[in-house]
Every structure is written in structure tokens, then in C-alpha cells.
């Protein structure tokens, strides 16, 4: 990586390694302990120690198999911790539940925050269904301090649980819900990711398993694109940071998801084929995290610093993503200085705030205004399968894409046509 590409936390976290020879203490010692003042040093520590997906983690960090964690209010632990926990998937249907009939404050096509979802959450019915609790009330959210607790969590080098004290580190609970059997607490997301950091819900879980005889649950709320995941967990072990199992997991909307093969169909009969904009084709798999990205830029305009910081993307990722959503038109590119900023566009604008069926059929439709799309869709329609690798390369190599030339590229780039067209049929 060279130094153009790498961000701040990467220039300042190897500067701390450097000046406290943190690598050669961490291989002598097992762990280094480094306070918020030496990291502000070089930057603010709110910035340098919170990486809540294991692609975020600072490059010395991620090629040493390293993770840092706080253990109190001004300290921090660095070692091989196995600190992130990959998302799984254990059921795809939705649910669908309504909001209660009055309620006028929610827009369930713009819900821009975490405490929104969760409020919508909250007053569609969803977390008494996932929770099976008839009355919840919201109770300890917010920032506190953790109290004192050990634990053990694996480490990638020795292959054995490393030791771990806690006095008083800063928690935030970004909901919290008793109900007659339990207190659930809640951390939610608004961007989709691989993996999530476990201290999110380990330091909450054990602050409160020491101070009620209530059971405590662990609840992971992520919302995107109108649909509610909620994933509860359980830790095996209270003592060990890795016991963390999933038990549960339900998806919710409260809008009419049903789209069926023949909108598809409607779709592409009423889309004209556009001429291929001066952009980079698309490598970019996942079409959900395109819309992903859109949600967080409706309410705001990002750099690409702060994209790939707020987001679960390493900086190749952002580059990717952010060129995909803008080849479909539905983000724009400006300088600030030398920076990069995005933001939507028109179209980006009126396509996310539609209501979950009109706004997945306009992302249809914005894909196969591309030629390479729509004949691999027309094939996929005719055939009822997906064509080959081969047979998608062709489509592109006829498709006058801008700045494809090598078979390499082409042949990277057809997973994206693949990824997109799988995405869309998945929606019926």
C-alpha cells in the first residue's frame, strides 16, 4: 500500500508502532498496553481505537493479526485478539408486521438513524414477536461505565485464551428493553458488514449479567433497505469473550416486499439501453451494499476518508462501490481540494426514498439500462440459469465498456454481472 492510499489511522497507528516499538513489546510480553494520551499524540483516540469491522482495522493491524480493545476509561490492550465475529444467516423469509394506525412521525422510506430503526422496531411489534416477551420497556441505554470484570479471549498466535481485566471502560448500549423474563440489550447498525466486533455485545452483556438475576440478551439489530435482521446471541461461557453462539434470527418489514418474475419481465420491456458512461465497470459483487451505500449518503454528503472510516469497507472497497453506484448514475463525485466527496444524485434521491417495492424495481431498471446486464438478464429469463463465465465475458467484450481491455479484467468484472443479476431474481 503505497502512502498515497493509506488513511490516517494507518499513518498514525505506524507511527505509534514505530516510536513505542509496540510489535517487538507484543512479541516478548503477549499484549501492549497503550493509553488514550500516547494516542493522541498523533490523533484523537475516538477516531484510532473504535473499528467496529475487522476490514477497518489499520493495515499494521490486519497484516499482524492484531486488535485492540479498551480496559478502562483512558487505556487500551493491543494483541492477537480474535475480536471480530462473522454475520451468519439462519433463516431468509421476512415477517411482516405494521405500524399501529395514527402514527404519523415515521417515514418508513427514509429511516435515517439507529434509534429510528429501533423505535420502528419497537412500535411494529417486531421485538416483542423476536423477543417473545408480551411488555418491554426501554430501560439502560446510553453511555456508563463498565464496572469491573476478567475475561478470556482466543488469540491467534498461541492458539490460547489470553487473559483480560476491565475497570470501568466507557460502554454504550444503544438500546436496552425489560420484559418480564429479560433485558434484552441492543447494538444496531445501519450498514451491512461480514463481520462484527464482539465487545459491542460482551462488554454490555457482562456490566449487566453482574447486576440483575434477570436474564440478559444479547441483540444485534442491522437495517438496510426496509428489511429489520435481528440476530440474538448467547455466550456459552460467560468468562470467554469467543463463546458468543447465535440462537436466533428473524427478519422483519413492514412494507409489502412481494415482487414477482413477471415484474422483472415489465421491468426490462420498458428499459432502453443507455450508452456506457465514462466510469469504471462495476467490481462491486454485492448489489446490496450499492444500496447499502445510498442509505448512508441520503442524509449526508461523505468524503471518501470518512466512507471508508463510517463504513464497512477498507479503501479499495470505497474506490469500488462508490464507481459502481455512480456508473448506475445514482451518486455523484466532487472535490473538495484534492479529496473526493460523494453524494446522490437526483436519481439516487428519488430512487431511496421510494417505498420498498417501487425502490428495488427502479434499481432493476437502472441496472439493465446497461447492456451487459440486460443481455445477460435476457439470457438468464430465456434459460432460466445463469450463462457462464465465458459466455458473460462475450456479452462484455461486445458491450463497448469503458476501459476494459485485458481478459483478466474482464473476467473479474463478469462476478459483478453475475453477482447483480442473482441479486435481482432474488428478490422474487
Not at 453524494?343 to 427502479?362: C, D, E, F, H
Not at 430465456?382 to 465475458?393: Q, R, S
Request: proline share 4%; hydrophobic share 40%; net charge negative.
Amino acid at each position: 500500500m503505497s502512502e498515497q492510499t493509506k488513511s490516517k489511522n494507518d499513518l498514525a497507528w505506524e507511527a505509534l508502532f514505530e516510536k513505542y516499538e509496540i510489535l517487538s513489546r507484543i512479541e516478548a510480553e503477549g499484549k501492549f498496553i497503550i493509553s488514550a494520551s500516547q494516542i493522541k499524540e498523533y490523533r484523537e483516540p475516538r477516531l484510532m481505537a473504535k473499528f467496529d469491522h475487522g476490514i477497518n482495522l489499520p493495515q499494521i493491524f490486519s497484516e499482524n493479526d492484531l486488535a485492540i480493545l479498551p480496559i478502562s476509561r483512558g487505556d487500551y490492550v493491543i494483541s492477537y485478539f480474535k475480536a471480530y465475529q462473522p454475520f451468519e444467516t439462519l433463516d431468509t423469509t421476512i415477517t411482516y408486521t405494521r405500524l399501529p394506525f395514527g402514527l404519523q412521525s415515521f417515514d418508513m422510506n427514509n429511516i435515517p438513524s439507529e434509534a429510528i430503526a429501533i423505535n420502528a422496531a419497537l412500535a411494529c411489534g417486531m421485538l416483542s414477536d423476536f423477543l417473545e416477551e408480551d411488555l418491554l420497556y426501554p430501560t439502560v441505554a446510553g453511555r456508563m461505565g463498565s464496572g469491573q470484570f476478567d475475561f478470556y479471549i482466543q488469540n491467534f498466535h498461541t492458539k490460547m485464551p489470553t487473559a483480560v481485566s476491565v475497570n470501568n471502560s466507557q460502554i454504550e448500549i444503544d438500546a436496552a428493553f425489560e420484559g418480564e423474563k429479560s433485558l434484552a440489550l441492543f447494538e444496531a447498525k445501519r450498514d451491512l458488514s461480514d463481520d462484527f466486533l464482539v465487545r459491542q455485545l460482551y462488554y454490555p452483556f457482562r456490566t449487566w449479567s453482574s447486576r440483575i438475576t434477570k436474564k440478559v440478551r444479547p441483540v444485534f439489530l442491522v437495517y438496510s433497505n426496509g428489511i429489520f435482521h435481528l440476530y440474538e446471541y448467547k455466550f456459552s461461557n460467560p468468562d470467554l469473550y469467543n463463546s458468543l453462539v447465535l440462537i436466533r434470527h428473524k427478519n422483519y418489514s413492514i412494507e409489502d416486499t412481494a415482487i414477482a418474475l413477471s415484474d422483472l419481465r415489465e421491468v426490462a420491456l420498458h428499459t432502453q439501453i443507455v450508452a456506457e458512461p465514462e466510469i469504471s465497470f462495476p467490481q462491486a459483487n454485492r448489489f446490496e451494499r450499492v444500496i447499502n451505500l445510498c442509505e448512508l449518503l441520503n442524509t449526508r454528503e461523505l468524503s471518501r476518508e470518512r466512507v471508508t472510516e463510517e463504513y464497512a469497507f477498507d479503501l479499495r472497497q470505497t474506490n469500488y462501490y462508490t464507481d459502481a453506484a455512480r456508473y448506475l448514475g445514482l451518486l455523484e463525485k466532487h472535490y473538495d481540494g484534492h479529496k473526493p466527496v460523494y453524494s446522490l444524485s437526483a436519481l439516487g434521491r428519488r430512487v431511496i426514498n421510494l417505498n420498498y417495492r417501487q425502490r428495488q424495481l427502479a434499481f432493476c431498471e437502472a441496472i439493465l439500462r446497461h447492456r451487459a446486464f440486460r443481455e445477460t438478464f435476457d439470457f438468464y429469463m430465456e434459460t432460466g440459469a445463469m450463462p457462464d463465465k465465458a459466455k458473460i465475458v462475450a456479452i462484455m467484450q461486445r458491450s463497448n465498456l469503458y476501459k476494459v481491455e485485458s481478459e483478466s479484467t474482464y473476467i473479474r468484472r463478469s462476478s459483478t454481472i453475475s453477482g447483480w443479476i442473482h441479486w435481482m431474481f432474488g428478490l422474487t
